[in-house]
C-alpha cells in the first residue's frame, strides 16, 4: 500500500497489493490491454516477459510498457504533493521493481518518457532522482506528461 509516511508518500515494504501486482506481472509471459474512455483510446499496457541467463541467474524479466494515449484522462486535480516526496515515491518504488526483476516504461503518445527498474540506465537523471532505478528517456515528453497532468 502507498502511505503517506512523516516526510512523503511511499511504498510500504511489506505491502500485499503491491507484491501481488509484482508476482501477477511476473508470470504474465505476454499480453496487452487498451482503455478507451468515450471512444477514445486512452491508455494502453503491453507487458512481455522473457527468460534471460543473467550471471547464471536463471531470471524471469518482465518489460510493462505503459501508455498514456490520452494523458489528460489520468490528472490528479490539486494534487499537494511536492517535487522531491514524488521523486522519493518514485525512486521507491523503482527498487522494488529492479528489485522483482520488473522494467516499466511510461510513454507519452506513443513517445518513451521515463523507464524505472530492471533496465533503467540513468545518466544525468541520477544526480536528480538519486536512483539508480529511474531513467529519464526524453526530457521533453516528461516535460509534456507534467503539463499534461497539471493542465487537465
Do not use: C, W, Y
Amino acid at each position: 500500500m502507498i502511505l503517506f509516511g512523516r516526510k512523503h508518500l511511499h511504498v510500504s515494504e511489506s505491502d500485499q497489493i503491491i507484491d501481488s501486482l509484482f508476482k501477477i506481472m511476473s508470470s504474465v509471459s505476454s499480453g496487452s490491454i487498451k482503455l478507451e474512455v468515450a471512444n477514445q483510446p486512452a491508455m494502453k499496457i503491453e507487458i512481455n516477459t522473457n527468460d534471460d541467463q543473467v550471471d547464471g541467474d536463471d531470471n524471469n524479466r518482465t518489460v510493462v510498457r505503459l501508455d498514456l494515449l490520452e494523458p489528460t484522462f489520468f490528472s490528479v486535480p490539486d494534487d499537494q504533493t511536492g517535487l522531491f516526496d514524488k521523486l522519493r515515491t518514485a525512486a521507491e518504488f523503482a527498487q522494488k521493481l529492479t528489485d522483482n526483476g520488473i522494467t516499466f516504461s511510461l510513454l507519452r503518445k506513443g513517445k518513451e518518457a521515463i523507464t524505472l527498474g530492471e533496465e533503467a540506465r540513468p545518466s544525468l537523471s541520477r544526480i536528480i532522482t538519486k536512483s539508480n532505478d529511474i531513467q529519464v528517456n526524453s526530457i521533453k515528453e516528461s516535460a509534456k506528461l507534467k503539463n499534461d497532468f497539471d493542465d487537465a
